[in-house]
């Protein structure tokens, strides 16, 4: 009997938002793949003779390469263990988790999800910004901030993000922060707007830079703020003056 694999969000660092559910699997499992986002702390959760697999990135770099995870997912299922494979926030926000899935399918291997609470709105809400509020934004849109080398026909549209009059959250926003930040201006959105960079939120390591789209990149480096990190951008990002730290 092949085995079953179960793709879990981790939640964005804090050990208590993780589901219920993904919790009760991680306890279960004969295997555990997981990343360096996922709380460590989870693994400790495990059976004592689970297999736990470190596939994560190290300073930018993969461990593993995308194919060598599938490939030890695949190998684990198809011998007939339970796995685990933990992602950090939700496994369907950024994290890879849809090629995951779509692997398992083609090899046949039945595959579940168990969503996650993503850092793209938990970061800021631990930091006092909801990404929506109807005083300040009634949409909100996800974006990376780092696009794919290989696909350089599915550029991302910063003038239309720029005028979406919504909540914008960049997460993998780091690197190309400045630039993505002049790309906003250029859209033609206001050099004033709030932005809030939330590094490593709901862990004990939070930390929050406040400033404007055209002072944000230099804030940062001046404090030394790097991944992981979330940037919001928008009116909504002041409300963390009001509202405060909600960790
Ligand atoms: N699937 C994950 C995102 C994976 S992409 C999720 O749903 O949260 C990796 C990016 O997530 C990082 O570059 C950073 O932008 C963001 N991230 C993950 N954990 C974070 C945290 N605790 N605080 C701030 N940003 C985080």
């Given at each position: ?172 926003g780091m690197a190309n922060l400045e630039q993505n930040m002049s790309?906003?201006v ?5 050099p004033s707007t709030p932005v809030a960079v ?11 830079v406040m400033s404007t789209l055209d002072g944000i990149a230099e804030e940062c480096r001046r404090q030394g703020i790097g991944?992981?990190a979330?940037v ?16």
């Amino acid at each position: 009997m092949p085995g079953e694999v179960y793709l879990i969000g981790a939640g964005p660092g804090d050990i208590g938002l993780i589901t219920v559910r993904g919790m009760e699997l991680v306890q279960t499992a004969d295997v555990i793949v997981y990343d360096q986002l996922a709380n460590p702390e989870l693994l400790d959760r495990a059976r004592p003779d689970a297999k736990l697999i470190d596939v994560g990135k190290e300073g930018g770099h993969h461990k593993v390469r995308q194919e060598g995870i599938n490939n030890i997912i695949v190998e684990e299922a198809t011998e007939g263990r339970m796995v685990v494979r933990l992602k950090g926030g939700d496994p369907f926000m950024f994290g890879r988790g849809g090629e995951e899935a779509e692997e398992l399918r083609k090899a046949g291997i039945k595959v579940h999800v168990v969503p996650g609470v993503t850092s793209a709105i938990a970061a800021p809400a631990m930091a006092g910004i909801p990404v929506t509020h109807r005083d300040h934004a009634p949409m909100v849109t996800f974006v990376t901030g780092h696009e794919r080398d290989d696909r350089p026909d599915e550029r991302i549209n910063w003038k239309a993000l720029a005028n979406t009059g919504g909540t914008i959250v960049i997460l993998m926003g780091m690197a190309n922060l400045e630039q993505n930040m002049s790309r906003l201006v250029k859209g033609g959105l206001d050099p004033s707007t709030p932005v809030a960079v939330v590094h490593r939120g709901s862990t004990p390591s939070q930390k929050v830079v406040m400033s404007t789209l055209d002072g944000i990149a230099e804030e940062c480096r001046r404090q030394g703020i790097g991944s992981p990190a979330v940037v919001v951008v928008g009116g909504v990002a002041s409300l963390r003056d009001v509202l405060g730290d909600l960790r």
